[in-house]
C-alpha cells in the first residue's frame, strides 16, 4: 500500500511566524505536490516537484515556497504565516505507471 | 487551461435510491478525468479515473461515471447508495494528461445520505 505521511494533523501558528508542513512518501514517487483545502473552493493546487530539487508554481504559490531535498520527503514552507492561510492542507504523490494521485491525511492550519 | 464544475455542492438522497453526482469539464487537451471521496478527517480517496479506452468506467464501492465527451461530462453514479456513502466527492481533471502538472479539483459535492 501506498502511504503518504504528513508531520501534524493539526497545528497552530501565530501571525508572523515560519511554519514548515513536511510531507513523506514510501513509494519511491518522482511528482509531489502540495494543495490547500477551503470549505466551498475545492483543492487548489499551490506547488509541485518533478523530482529532488525541482519545483514548480501552482495556481496558488504567492507566500509559500518549497523544498525537496530528498526524493521521498516534500516540504512546504510558509516565510511569514497570515491569518489567510488558515486552512487545510493536503500533500500528494503520483504513481506515473498509473497516473494516480494518492493523498495524505492533512494537516489543518490555524494561523492566529 | 482546464476546469471543472460540480453541480450542487450537497446532494441528498435516500438509502437505497440512486445517487448521481454531476460534473463538467473544460480541457484544451484530451482530458484524464478522476472522481475522489473524502471521508470526515480524512484525506482524498481515488474512486475511479478515466484515461483512454472504454468511457464507462467502473470504481470502488459500486460506483461508476461515464465519459461523455460531446457533453464535456463525468457524472459519478451509484445505483443504491448506503449510509457509509456520506462524504465528499471531488471530480477533478489533468492538465497535460495523467497528472504530472497537478490536478484541477471541482468545489466537491457533499453527498447526505437520508435513512
Known amino acids: 500500500d501506498v502511504k503518504v505521511t504528513q508531520s501534524s494533523r493539526y497545528l497552530v501558528k501565530r501571525t508572523g511566524e515560519k511554519v514548515f508542513l513536511e510531507c513523506v512518501q514510501d513509494m519511491d514517487h518522482e511528482n509531489m505536490f502540495w494543495y490547500r483545502q477551503d470549505p466551498g473552493l475545492g483543492l487548489r493546487l499551490i506547488y509541485f516537484s518533478y523530482d529532488v530539487k525541482m519545483k514548480e508554481k501552482g495556481d496558488i504559490p504567492e507566500g509559500y515556497s518549497v523544498s525537496r531535498e530528498k526524493k521521498e520527503r516534500f516540504s512546504l514552507i510558509l516565510e511569514s504565516a497570515s491569518t489567510n492561510q488558515t486552512s487545510m492542507y493536503l500533500c500528494?504523490?503520483?504513481?506515473?505507471?498509473?497516473?494516480?494521485?494518492?493523498f495524505g491525511p492533512g494537516t489543518r492550519l490555524t494561523v492566529l | 487551461a482546464q476546469s471543472v464544475t460540480q453541480l450542487g455542492s450537497h446532494v441528498s438522497v435516500s438509502e437505497g435510491a440512486l445517487v448521481l453526482l454531476r460534473c463538467n469539464y473544460s480541457s484544451s487537451v484530451p482530458p484524464y478525468l478522476f472522481w475522489y471521496v473524502q471521508y470526515p478527517n480524512q484525506g482524498l480517496q481515488l474512486l475511479l479515473k478515466?484515461?483512454?479506452?472504454?468511457?464507462l468506467v467502473k470504481g470502488i464501492n459500486g460506483f461508476e461515471a461515464e465519459f461523455k465527451k460531446s457533453e464535456t461530462s463525468f457524472h459519478l453514479t451509484k445505483p443504491s447508495a448506503h449510509m457509509s456513502d456520506a462524504a465528499e466527492y471531488f471530480c477533478?481533471?489533468?492538465?497535460?494528461?495523467?497528472?504530472?502538472?497537478?490536478?484541477?479539483f471541482g468545489k466537491g459535492t457533499h453527498l447526505i445520505i437520508q435513512p
Open positions: 478515466y484515461t483512454t479506452g472504454a468511457t
Open positions: 500528494a504523490s503520483r504513481d506515473w505507471a498509473t497516473d494516480t494521485q494518492y
Open positions: 477533478a481533471v489533468s492538465g497535460s494528461g495523467g497528472g504530472a502538472d497537478g490536478l484541477t
